[in-house]
């Protein structure tokens, strides 16, 4: 293995001392960013960088490469200056256009935008959970790959987490499932700077964290000062020593660390310094006062020396790499696999084919046969529900428990924790290697929603089952029945929701989500039967593809009226179509199981499927209109749900709420009467 770089006692101080200018200069230019934080944290940054991080600048995609995620995505600069000076391909200009239209150095840092940023991180601890993700993942592909004597995925995982990233639950709840699991891999340093924005820690945060981690099984340790580089690297080799439980090494820092009057000030936190305050800090580190983005020489060769190491590291992995695709020609092939993302050819040839005969279930159901149909095939799907398993239908049968000692099994339990689970989620999908999955009854997506926008922003091709989807679900009540988050889901950009209407459709739906590696892709799917769309009489399920079709065309093939619907309304619009057929009325029924997938066709087929020359057009979902008008237009209207549900056998709840073929014929000759159709 390669040797730490080691360089003279001064040097290290001058590297040290160039993150923090360079974070000073780069907020001072964009007169905005937080300057206080890089300044504190530059010798952690430094250390990890040179000393510890087993990572190869060139080849930021090194899939063994050690992960480092700065959860206090607000200290951006700290990571730009270390990327930049370690060598990646980015830019002193990029540095000097911090926060600037087009740049790779935005206010926060943005994965796939920046090479070395391994997540996106702002809003506070997201980047805690997305690391136990990563953490995960390692630890379960290390268990399903490497042989003795044959280590093909060793690496770990490092962050730097704040007071903001430790007050925010998201982080507790992950820290619980990362003692639980014994990830042993996961390295973090706290930054106990006792400052936030609003002034001192101590205004909102008393606990003992040492006490809090110790509690979740986490091996704990403390520097005393962030600028003692020898205490800082003794803690991380000891972390690193550290292989059963995770590990938290509290930093006692200072914000803005020698500047005369910002240090230890929250005005640090989010403001530049000012000209003045740059020099006179400057000064006070002996630096030249008039530099800007100066980066001495010694330290560019210093810094520069994490090539020639990380390549190394990546030629020792490789050769390794060779001797296990020898020893282990499938498995090797089957980690390729894994690791490119690639479907295995004719894995859609297991998707089950659904039919009438198969009887009637509840679109959940439907799914949990498609989960064991493709598990076999699709080795990298692995996941789980947060506690609710057995009502989910998301195991996978024979796949065994993911806990610490199995980490290489499939079924993962999240416990009670939606908002972990779903930054652990991308974490994994940021990892690689595994594609994987969440479940919790739909109206609980609220309890995850901030990770689902990540996901989305971070074009994640990670999978939730959302069940219970709507006051269908019954006598839980109106806590349990969604009724605005349907809505509020389609409104994050790049998200994907599929609400499928039955057995084939549901099968669609899988076969989607898996094809989806732009983005996240949410299945919502029902509590309640749904009846059985008898697909010898109207279109077959492959239409779903395209997010929605005709799938009961009028008679005469001349609509007069368009029924929209989704999910297990899909059943409801079809018995309705029937009461307006007889009475003369043509209708069309067009089952919309994805508006966004649908949205996203050429508007060819959009008006195939809804002609523009109808404009008498019911939707029907169980659920709040907003969104829908765009497709009913001004002529149409929404049987929809305006209000909470209530607590009752879901048969009388529908009934109450309009949910009746016989309402939505009502309506529908409402609408048809307005739109002058009738
Ligand atoms: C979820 C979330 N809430 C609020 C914010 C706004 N915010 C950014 S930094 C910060 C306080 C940070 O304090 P700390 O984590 O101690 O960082 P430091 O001041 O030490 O840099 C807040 C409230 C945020 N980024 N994310």
Same mark, same amino acid.
């Given at each position: ?216 099984? !986490?091996?704990?340790? +403390? #520097? %005393? ?6 205490? /800082?690297? *003794? @803690?991380? &080799? =000891? $972390? ?76 020792? !992995?490789?050769?390794? +790499? #060779? %001797? ?6 499938? /498995?090797? *092939? @089957?980690? &390729? =696999? $894994? ?90 999908? /940021?990892?690689?290697?595994? &594609? ?243």
């Amino acid at each position: 293995m390669s040797a730490p770089l080691k360089p003279p006692p001064d040097l290290d101080r001058l590297c040290v001392d160039t993150i923090r200018t360079l974070a000073m200069d780069a907020v001072q230019a964009a007169n905005a960013g937080h300057p206080g934080t890089p300044m504190a944290l530059a010798p952690l940054a430094y250390v990890l960088f040179t000393r510890h991080l087993r990572h190869n600048p060139r080849q930021p995609g090194w899939p063994d490469r050690d992960r480092f995620v700065l959860s206090a995505g607000h200290a951006s600069m700290l990571l730009y200056a270390s990327l930049h000076l370690a060598g990646y391909d980015l830019s002193l200009e990029e540095i000097k256009n911090f926060r600037q239209w087009g740049s790779r150095t935005p206010g926060h840092p943005e994965h796939g935008l920046t090479p070395g940023v391994e997540t996106t991180t702002g809003p506070l601890g997201q980047g805690f959970a997305n690391g136990v993700g990563m953490a995960i993942a390692e630890a379960h592909l290390a268990a399903q790959f490497n042989r003795p004597g044959h280590v093909l995925v060793d690496h770990r995982i490092y962050a730097i987490v704040s007071d903001g990233d430790l007050m925010e639950g998201i982080s507790h709840e992950a820290a619980s499932l990362a003692g639980h699991l014994r990830l042993g891999k996961l390295i973090y340093l706290y930054d106990d700077n006792h400052i936030t924005i609003e002034g001192a820690t101590d205004l909102a945060f008393s606990e003992d964290v040492a006490q809090r981690f110790t509690g979740y099984g !986490w091996h704990v340790q +403390r #520097v %005393a000062d962030a600028n003692d580089l020898a205490a /800082l690297d *003794a @803690a991380i &080799r =000891a $972390a690193q020593a550290e292989t059963a439980r995770p590990s938290l090494i509290i930093v006692r820092s200072h914000i803005a660390w020698g500047s005369p009057h910002k240090q230890d000030t929250a005005e640090a936190h989010g403001s530049p310094l000012g000209a003045e305050e740059v020099a006179l800090t400057k000064a006070a580190y002996g630096w030249p006062t008039d530099a800007k983005f100066l980066v001495p020489d010694e330290v560019r060769a210093h810094f520069g020396g994490c090539v020639p190491r990380g390549e190394k590291l990546q030629a020792e !992995w490789e050769a390794r +790499r #060779v %001797a296990y695709e020898k020893a282990f020609p499938d /498995l090797a *092939a @089957a980690w &390729r =696999a $894994a690791l490119s993302a690639q479907l295995p050819a004719g894995w859609e040839r297991s998707l089950p084919a659904f039919r009438p005969e198969d009887g009637s279930a509840a679109t959940r159901s439907w799914s949990q046969k498609v989960i064991n149909a493709l598990a076999p095939v699709v080795a990298t799907l692995t996941g789980g529900s947060a506690d609710l398993a057995p009502s989910t239908n998301t195991l996978i049968k024979g796949g065994g428990d993911l806990e610490a000692g199995s980490l290489g099994a499939r079924n993962m339990h999240f416990g009670i924790r939606e908002h972990a689970m779903g930054g652990v989620l991308n974490g994994m999908a /940021l990892h690689g290697g595994v &594609r994987p999955y969440g479940a919790t009854f739909m109206v609980f997506s609220d309890y995850m929603r901030p990770s689902l926008r990540l996901a989305a922003l971070m074009k994640l091709p990670v999978i939730v089952v959302f069940t219970h989807d709507s006051v269908g679900l019954g006598e839980d009540g109106p806590t349990h029945q969604p009724v605005e988050q349907l809505a509020a889901l389609r409104a994050i950009p790049g998200m994907t929701v599929i609400r499928p209407a039955d057995g084939p459709e549901t099968a669609e739906a899988w076969r989607a989500a898996l094809l989806n590696t732009a983005g996240p892709t949410l299945l919502v799917l029902s509590r309640q039967k749904v009846p059985i769309i008898d697909r010898s009489r109207f279109a077959p399920a492959a239409g779903a593809l395209r997010g929605g079709y005709v799938l009961a065309e009028a008679a005469g093939g001349k609509p007069r009226l368009l029924l929209l619907a989704t999910g297990s309304e899909v059943g409801l619009a079809l018995a309705a179509r029937e009461i307006l057929e007889a009475e003369g009325t043509p209708t069309r029924v067009v089952s919309l199981p994805s508006l966004e997938v649908f949205a996203r066709q050429d508007a060819a087929y959009r008006d195939t499927v809804l002609p523009p020359g109808v404009p008498a057009r019911l939707a029907v979902e169980a659920a709040t209109a907003f969104g829908w008008h765009r497709w009913v237009g001004t002529a149409g209207d929404v049987v929809s749900i305006e209000h909470f549900g209530a607590s009752a056998p879901y048969e009388r709840i529908f009934q109450e709420f309009g949910f009746t073929a016989e309402n939505v014929a009502k309506r529908a000759r409402a609408v048809l009467a307005r739109a002058g159709g009738a």
